[in-house]
């Protein structure tokens, strides 16, 4: 491939200046592209084949897309259309939560995330990836050996073709006797992706998505201090996701999702946790410090939901954004048909300048923030994990229709 003397330039001056890079920009021109064809979908039905630098090419110019080429399955079952899912109309669990959220700690997420960002990169093709999720699986299982959890709650790889793999955590109800054990998920996506030349150049992501990758985790660990939860006691099943390749279409997610639809598995939410950490924008535009809550593309009875969590677990408050198709892996499951939904750290205006560059660093980021993010995803869970979906008049088994 020959370069164009704009794309060469622009690869030096980041290498040289690490310039910031707007929203929105991602990927990057790869040094041995392939002849290959991808077949992307920018919107809901509207799908075009390009190649490897032709995908790089949309993403530097802001527009987002899935790769669906291994994924044409997905949303195949219709499940959004067999279900009606209600969310519960106010909180009912702040005892539990409360003495839970006590157990979040600001220095485990500065420590994991130091971890996290020491990998030169984790674009999910390179031995970096591999070695990051390699890392995120190691750490879960040590956090559930150290609760004396492993009876019950397990971590798993979940391979792709490429190197990175993505990793799945499961506390199962045990008490759930409906035929499709009813599952909620928080997820994240693990990979970095810096704007030039990915294979190459440093790609920290300190906040894409390393802030919500250890908001998460941390969310997990306090988690396993509720021995009702360990034990199974809950009445859906919590699963934690942590994906690979978002930054390359959402592949790691939809490979997730498509398997689930396959097996017929009863999801009920979804949440997303990308970018928790930034808030100098919001403060130097004079703005209050909030929760970013994602209105487009989403489940908005689940959304709905999310605002209340916020109002009941956080002392900051939320305000409505918008991100577009396939800003994040919550698109993923959405198309498979689960109500799903998007947190973010602020509105998309005021977002990380910082992303998909070198400078993606933990120096920008607030972990008191994120430790607000981590008050509502603990809130999220633990309200969820408690709630019977089929108490509710309309709600039926996709089975039983």
């Not at 209600?86 to 500065?110: I, S």
């Not at 793999?165 to 506390?171: F, P, T, W």
């Amino acid at each position: 491939m020959k370069f164009s003397h704009a794309s060469v330039l622009a690869a030096c001056l980041q290498a040289a200046t690490a310039r910031f890079v707007e929203t929105h920009e991602v990927d990057a021109v790869e040094l041995h592209p392939s002849e290959e064809t991808f077949l992307i979908e920018l919107n809901p039905g509207e799908t075009r084949w390009v190649t490897e630098e032709e995908k790089w090419e949309l993403r530097r110019n802001g527009q987002n897309f899935m790769d669906i080429t291994e994924t044409r399955a997905l949303g195949t079952n219709h499940i959004a259309t067999q279900t009606t899912v209600k969310f519960p109309d106010k909180c009912r669990h702040q005892t539990e939560v409360n003495a839970l959220a006590r157990h979040l700690d600001k220095d485990n997420m500065r420590a994991n995330l130091e971890k996290l960002t020491s990998f030169h990169t984790r674009y999910y093709k390179s031995d970096y990836g591999r070695q990051s999720s390699d890392w995120v699986l190691k750490k879960v299982q040590s956090i559930i050996d150290e609760a004396g959890a492993s009876d019950t709650v397990s971590v798993k790889s979940f391979p792709h073709p490429w190197k990175q793999h993505s990793v799945i955590a499961s506390i199962p109800a045990t008490s759930n006797t409906t035929t499709s054990n009813t599952s909620i998920i928080i997820g994240a996506h693990q990979d970095s992706m810096n704007l030039w030349l990915p294979s190459i150049l440093a790609a920290p992501g300190a906040d894409d998505d390393g802030s919500g990758t250890v908001t998460i985790l941390e969310v997990f660990r306090a988690l396993l201090f509720s021995d009702a939860v360990v034990a199974g006691e809950a009445t859906n099943t919590i699963e934690f996701h942590w994906y690979s390749a978002e930054e390359a279409g959402l592949l790691g997610s939809q490979a997730i999702f498509q398997e689930y639809e396959k097996q017929g598995r009863d999801v009920k939410a979804m949440l997303q946790q990308d970018m928790t950490g930034y808030v100098q924008k919001t403060l130097d535009a004079g703005e209050p410090e909030s929760l970013g809550v994602i209105m487009d593309y989403v489940d908005l009875e689940l959304t709905r939901f999310i605002k209340i969590v916020i109002e009941t677990y956080c002392d900051i408050p939320w305000v409505e954004t918008k991100c577009g198709y396939a800003c994040s892996d919550h698109a993923s499951s959405s198309k498979a048909g689960y109500p799903s939904a998007f947190v973010i750290e602020s509105t998309m205006e005021l977002s990380n300048p910082h992303i998909h560059s070198t400078e993606d660093k933990i120096e920008h980021l607030s972990f008191e923030h994120m430790l607000q993010h981590a008050y509502f995803s603990l809130g999220f869970i633990l309200e969820l994990a408690h709630y019977d979906f089929y108490a509710s008049k309309g709600d039926k088994l996709a089975s039983e229709l």
